[in-house]
């Protein structure tokens, strides 16, 4: 039984399915085995191919320059894209919208336009050492002085570092009114001060790399401050809301391939003498993978189409969290099936299966571990009651 997806909608999930059919997922074991990247040239191909489907800033408004899809149509293309390994479907973009929304004129034409364009890139800078979950403890600190601030800190897991040129920092500013208070900076990678202490390997083989990045006095005019000191915390949690849909979304697609190749293996595969789907214990992991993917898609195309609609946010913001914490960890269970499934080729790098059991596993961590989205979950339950939150 198909969702009901606008005419439209499955059209755009058709052309984007063959995209990574044909573009993406033939990189993937070369990728595996050169840090992530693709084969050269090809990556320039894949931008244009990428910009004339509309996908590059596809979360941005059209009259911005970006692709200007719904949360469906992005649910819908990030489920595709998250059927590719080795992040190569990063090559879609969706910079902020929070802070498109939020930057000034200066802001828009040094980096929010070129970003949209594709000449810029960004990446994130909020976690510390001392400070994960609990984003209220970081110890970055902004220190008003003439025309700016002063920025001191050291930040970790900085995703795409090595490919940005601009960071958006996370402090709490140190001094004046506002002590104490969060904000977010536009700070130019180049700058005076912004050092990367070290680039530590992570289980998966992308090309974007997670360093640890030091930020020693770092000069940052006053027009680099986004929208105001003390809305450092609502752009954070709207990037959350955002990202942990579209990880939802990744999954229900990283699910539905490892569906997908360890059936067509199960169906050719034989051992004692039949192929080896022919056996119960076999079939019991595809059964509960293929209802646990319907129900992980259900709930994400549902609640994109709840954000279309701009239902209650911090309902909402509570359904993400939920839709996260289900298909991250569907995605997972699946994976681990797939890889038992594909017996010893399972655990090679040159297969799907090995390359998701390793990639899956971030996705119950960043953007807020399961731990986090169920207090998330819990918080809304106790003070909305269950029927607000499942209809
Ligand atoms: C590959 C990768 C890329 C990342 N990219 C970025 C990035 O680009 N920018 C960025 O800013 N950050 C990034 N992160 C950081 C990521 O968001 C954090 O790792 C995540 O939020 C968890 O924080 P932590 O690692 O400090 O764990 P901690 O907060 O130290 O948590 C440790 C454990 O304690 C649990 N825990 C914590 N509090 C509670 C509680 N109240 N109740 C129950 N359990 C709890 C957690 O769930 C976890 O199991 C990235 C991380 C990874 C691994």
Redesign the pocket.
């Known amino acids: 039984m198909a969702y009901p997806l606008p005419a439209s909608v499955r059209k755009q999930q058709k052309s984007v399915r063959t995209f990574v059919d044909q573009e993406l997922i033939p990189h993937e074991i070369y990728a595996e085995m050169h840090e992530g990247e693709f084969p050269p040239g090809v990556q320039a191909r894949l931008e244009r191919q990428v910009s004339d489907l509309g996908l590059r800033a596809m979360n941005i408004p059209r009259d911005l320059g970006g692709g200007g899809l719904s949360f469906l149509e992005q649910a819908v293309v990030s489920e595709q894209i998250g059927r590719v390994t080795n992040g190569l479907g990063w090559i879609v973009t969706t910079p902020a919208r929070c802070i498109v929304e939020a930057a000034t004129p200066k802001q828009m034409k040094t980096w929010v336009e070129p970003t949209i364009r594709g000449d810029r890139s960004e990446?994130?800078?909020?976690?510390e050492a001392e400070?994960?979950?609990?984003v209220d403890a970081i110890r970055t600190t902004a220190r008003p002085s003439s025309g700016g601030y002063f920025i001191d800190g050291e930040?970790?897991?900085?995703?795409?570092f090595n490919h940005a040129d601009h960071l958006i920092v996370?402090a709490k500013i140190d001094g004046g009114p506002n002590d104490g208070a969060h904000a977010l900076f536009f700070i130019d990678k180049d700058s005076q001060g912004v050092d990367v202490l070290r680039t530590p390997a992570?289980s998966?083989t992308y090309s974007h790399h997670?360093p640890v990045v030091a930020f020693n006095s770092v000069k940052v005019p006053a027009e680099n401050l986004i929208g105001r000191e003390g809305q450092g915390m609502n752009f954070t949690h709207d990037w959350f809301r955002y990202e942990r849909l579209m990880i939802a979304a990744r999954c229900c697609g990283a699910a539905e391939r490892l569906i997908d190749e360890a059936s067509s293996f199960a169906k050719e595969r034989k051992a004692f003498g039949r192929p080896v789907i022919e056996n119960q214990l076999i079939q019991a992991m595809l059964a509960d993978s293929v209802t646990e993917l319907w129900a992980a898609r259900l709930m994400t195309y549902r609640l994109a189409e709840a954000h279309d609609a701009g239902e209650d946010v911090k309902l909402l913001h509570a359904q993400c969290s939920m839709a996260k914490l289900y298909a991250s960890e569907m995605a997972n269970r699946v994976a681990d099936r797939a890889v038992q499934i594909f017996g010893g080729r399972g655990y090679m790098r040159e297969n799907v299966a090995e390359r998701f059991y390793r990639e899956l596993r971030?996705d119950r961590?960043?953007?807020?571990?399961?731990?986090?989205q169920r207090?998330i979950i819990a918080g809304q339950l106790a003070k909305r009651g269950a029927g607000a939150l499942v209809g």
Do not use: L, R
Not at 123 to 127: D, E, G, L, P, R
């Open positions: 990446c994130y800078a909020i976690t400070a994960g979950s609990d930040k970790w897991h900085v995703t795409s996370q992570y998966h997670h971030v961590i960043w953007e807020g571990t399961s731990e986090i207090i």
